[in-house]
């Protein structure tokens, strides 16, 4: 059991768990018409429950999970999951009728209405008095963790932002405030507003579909899971005191000291490569960072493009203006990943570090 619990405790180490993160991503997209199938996602959801519940023996691992903080997380894990699963559910059957040559099952329904009154306004009367009973046993089961007024003589340790806000607060320990804080989340906004207007395929309008708008559905997809749900349940259950890492296993100890060296780009180049001290110029000191920031942004789109050939026909599909925003959004979205594994495998901390101005990257 204790070889279990070390083993669980490893892979659950922030860059390992990312690293899972995106495999099990891939799976799920490559896997899909196996895991929509009813009887398999009955198995695996009961496999999954069977596992925390046998995971709740661990003293540790019960005294995160059933904490009243995080019962929103679970419920948003699971409304997710079989949200998801539904969803995929429906995209599978509809491909496999469209690759047979019959209609989605939306058009066949198609001239079935259903009227406003009273259908639709009874169903919502039902989902408000099931939602408002659900929310009154919650608050009497479950005691809200009120704690007394704030102080500056005691801050929590760790102190955390409301679970819907730990995605960003976690994204603060990699970018910059004006970054984590305004740049992406402004362009996490635009850059959904944009995907109709990017992908302009009409296929998939008004039914459920995966193959026919793959290339729209798994960014989007991609930035959901893996970098918004993802970084919520690590920021509960994996930050700790400090905000450290635990694993799921280990005990949340206050006195615990991980050892971080964390450097710059440029003294990464110009002290331990070059071996001379950092120039006294901000402009030049920071070059190499400057350099690599417009290598990605710039440079790097045309060699992709040359490369991939289904970039190519995304290029010409597209056309140059459409294209370059979708290449820009898909880089900016990947900076944030890219980022994180710097930080945790090479303690990489800024590429480029400007205190002079307040500005980093």
């Not at 491909?95 to 209405?113: F, L, M, Y």
């Not at 009154?117 to 408000?128: G, N, Q, R, S």
């Not at 450290?244 to 990464?268: C, I, Q, R, T």
């Not at 990947?334 to 945790?344: C, D, S």
């Amino acid at each position: 059991m204790q070889i279990l619990i070390a083993v669980t405790n490893f892979l659950f180490q922030p860059w390992m768990y990312f690293l899972l993160s995106v495999a099990g991503f891939c799976a799920m997209i490559y896997f899909r018409e196996t895991w929509t199938e009813p009887k398999f996602a009955l198995k695996l959801a009961c496999g999954v429950i069977g596992v925390l519940l046998l995971c709740l023996f661990n003293d540790n691992f019960r005294l995160i999970s059933t904490k009243a903080d995080n019962f929103p997380i679970f419920i948003m894990v699971f409304s997710v999951a079989f949200f998801t699963w539904l969803s995929f559910r429906q995209a599978v059957v509809n491909d496999r009728r469209i690759a047979q040559g019959q209609p989605p099952v939306e058009k066949e329904t198609s001239d079935k209405k259903t009227y406003v009154w009273p259908d639709l306004v009874y169903i919502e009367f039902i989902a408000t008095v099931i939602g408002g009973v659900l929310l009154l046993i919650w608050s009497l089961v479950l005691h809200a963790p009120l704690e007394e007024s704030a102080t500056p003589a005691w801050t929590p340790n760790p102190s955390k932002a409301p679970w819907y806000f730990l995605g960003l607060q976690e994204m603060l320990v990699y970018y910059d405030p004006w970054l984590a804080g305004v740049v992406f989340p402004s362009l996490i906004i635009v850059g959904l507003m944009a995907i109709p207007y990017i992908d302009k395929n009409p296929k998939g309008s008004g039914y459920y579909t995966f193959t026919e708008r793959q290339w729209a559905i798994t960014p989007f997809l991609f930035g959901f899971f893996i970098l918004w749900v993802t970084l919520i349940f690590l920021g509960t259950f994996l930050r700790g005191p400090a905000w450290n890492f635990f694993g799921p296993f280990e005990a949340w100890d206050a006195h615990k000291v991980v050892v971080l060296n964390n450097v710059n780009l440029s003294e990464y180049l110009w002290v331990k490569i070059l071996g001379v001290g950092l120039p006294s110029f901000w402009l030049v000191r920071e070059l190499p960072g400057f350099l690599l920031v417009g290598f990605y942004l710039i440079g790097l789109p045309p060699l992709l493009t040359k490369r991939f050939t289904i970039l190519q026909e995304f290029l010409q599909k597209l056309g140059i203006v459409r294209y370059g925003i979708f290449i820009n959004l898909a880089l900016l979205m990947a900076a944030l990943p890219i980022k994180m594994v710097l930080r945790w495998v090479l303690n990489l901390k800024y590429i480029v570090a400007i205190p002079e101005f307040f500005f980093n990257i």
